[in-house]
């Protein structure tokens, strides 16, 4: 292979699965290494492991507050930011609103508003929804068995985390799935099937806000047990947050909440569908869950990478990152560094210690839902397990066109009938 | 020495709970051990897990990220893989119920 075959703005070629050979080859020859772009000045891709932890902590050199997804100038990586947004919090066509997004954001102010909603999500917090996550895959699970047939990402995979993240929110279920919608056509937008038109992420993001500025105004008039309530209330230096503010909390709370999970779990069925003695092996002894569950969060990795800048030069690798350039972080190479994890490319359900940087590679950005998720790749794959152990992939799996999630579009599968008790 | 930092009031964070807060910039966890409170930084010292997300049981908080475990009474690590200890703040409670924490 040489250097120059590597394209990572391709996005046919992630349609075809991760390009896990060039990653490889990039820890082996070029591990901090400048990526061409046409039209532009190129991207440092990071691929080793300690290299994402060394950049992901020191915050203060490699900054989120000029956008975290996207890695051209030319490309639509979905909601992003281009670094100057408005400084009265105006929607600024496509970028409206980003650079208010915690996300996009260093500490002190992204710390005032992680707080708001971290207590949300703690372990203790997140283990008492064992139950309610168990009803609500149990019901998942009980809406196809008696078909013997089903897509699992649309009709499995993506409900769970919809469910859950939605009732967490305060989303009433009749309007669950038109969220779900918008979430796709943001996270989904190099895609063309959810990119039906070149200004369908704005239009999602848009009517998203609207929605979420209704349901903000009901929770005025009633508050309850649910994070819109929580951040109608919330004030940061003393100050109630902008509806603006309120309006990207929201969508990230609801797209972050929905798309890692859901690919997750659609990755994960068919990584145990590539791997069926290790489906086999989880089945006989259902105690290796917690294990198998980190090993899908370092197989999967639905993130791929998250960007940063640069504040001031910096050496990294014996290469010069000048001050402003773009520095991505490819958390799905480093996931299969040699160096850090024995035998890499070989999944095992029981892989311990499995130190994997699905949620982050440290620092202030770490991800918040990283409980919930656990709790519910665990139970899901618990209750299939159970449920529809002989489950079989019964079609083709079609990829996301994406090069910054790792995602499952649809994935026909099959299973024995089963009657539903009801 | 600097002057106490109001952050928190105790109903925000129950016993066996824990809550971030920044102290002048630095992030604190709280942890109510008890009805005690104690503040420590919010990072592993591993690999920097939020360990406000974390587990608290009795005195000892585990990471989010690689179940390392610390003793939030005085930052020693309990199990590994951290082996640097937790920054620890002192803290004091007023007859109101406001945590205030002393910033270092």
Redesign the interface.
């Known amino acids: 292979m040489k250097l120059e075959e590597i394209d990572l703005l391709d996005l046919d070629r992630f349609v075809q699965g991760v390009p896990h050979d060039w990653f490889t080859f990039l820890r082996a020859n070029a591990p901090v290494y400048k990526h061409p772009e046409p039209d532009g000045p190129g991207f440092w891709v990071l691929t080793k492991y300690h290299d994402l932890?060394t950049v992901?902590?020191d915050f203060a050199t490699f900054s989120s507050a000029h956008g975290v997804v996207g890695l051209s100038n030319s490309e639509y990586g979905g909601y992003q930011t281009d670094g100057d947004g408005d400084e009265h919090g105006q929607p600024q066509g496509v970028t409206g609103g980003a650079d208010l997004m915690m996300l996009n954001m260093d500490?002190?102010r992204h710390?005032?508003l992680?707080?708001l909603v971290?207590?949300g999500?703690?372990?203790?917090r997140i283990?008492r929804l064992e139950t309610a996550v168990r009803r609500v895959a149990t019901e998942i699970l009980d809406s196809v068995a008696e078909r013997g047939s089903c897509d699992f990402v649309t009709e499995i995979a993506a409900e769970l985390p919809l469910q859950v993240i939605a009732e967490l929110m305060g989303i009433p279920q009749e309007d669950r799935h038109q969220v779900f919608d918008w979430s796709n056509r943001m996270i989904g937008s190099t895609d063309p099937e959810f990119q039906t038109s070149p200004d369908a992420p704005m239009h999602a993001s848009i009517e998203m806000f609207k929605y979420a500025d209704e349901l903000a105004n009901l929770r005025r008039v009633e508050r309850r047990d649910d994070l819109v309530s929580v951040l109608i209330d919330a004030e940061v230096d003393g100050e109630k947050l902008t509806p603006l503010e309120f309006d990207v909390f929201f969508l990230l709370l609801a797209v972050a909440g929905n798309e890692t999970t859901r690919n997750l779990i659609s990755g994960g069925m068919v990584t145990f569908f590539e791997h069926p003695d290790q489906w086999e092996r989880l089945g006989n002894d259902r105690s290796l869950l917690p294990t198998a569950v980190e090993e899908l969060l370092r197989w999967i990795t639905p993130v791929m990478y998250f960007r940063r800048a640069t504040t001031h030069d910096f050496e990294l690798g014996g290469q010069q990152i000048k001050k402003d350039d773009k520095v991505s972080l490819w958390y799905i190479a480093a996931n299969r560094d040699e160096e850090a994890f024995p035998n890499p490319h070989a999944f095992d359900v029981g892989r311990a210690?499995n130190?994997h940087l699905t949620?982050g590679?440290?620092?202030?950005h770490?991800c918040?839902g990283?409980?919930l998720a656990r709790l519910e790749i665990r139970v899901l794959f618990d209750e299939l397990l159970q449920r529809m152990p002989e489950i079989k992939q019964a079609g083709p799996v079609q990829r996301l066109r994406s090069n910054f999630i790792n995602g499952v579009k649809h994935l026909p599968v099959s299973f024995t009938p089963a009657k539903v008790l009801a | 020495m600097t002057d106490p930092v109001k952050v928190a009031n105790v109903a925000e964070v129950p016993p066996g709970e824990m809550l971030l807060v920044d102290v002048n910039g630095d992030e604190v966890a709280l942890a109510n051990v008890d009805g005690t409170i104690y503040a420590i930084s919010d990072q592993c010292t591993h690999m920097g897990g939020r360990l406000s997300q974390g587990l608290l049981e009795g005195t000892v908080v585990t990471c989010p990220l690689h179940a390392g475990q610390f003793d939030v009474a005085t930052g020693a690590v309990v199990s590994e893989p951290p082996d640097e200890p937790l920054t620890c703040y002192r803290t004091e409670v007023s007859d109101g119920g406001e945590i205030f924490v002393i910033a270092r």
């Open positions: 932890i992901s902590q500490p002190p710390t005032k992680r707080k971290n207590t999500f703690t372990m203790a283990n210690p130190m949620f590679a440290g620092g202030p770490n918040l990283l409980n």
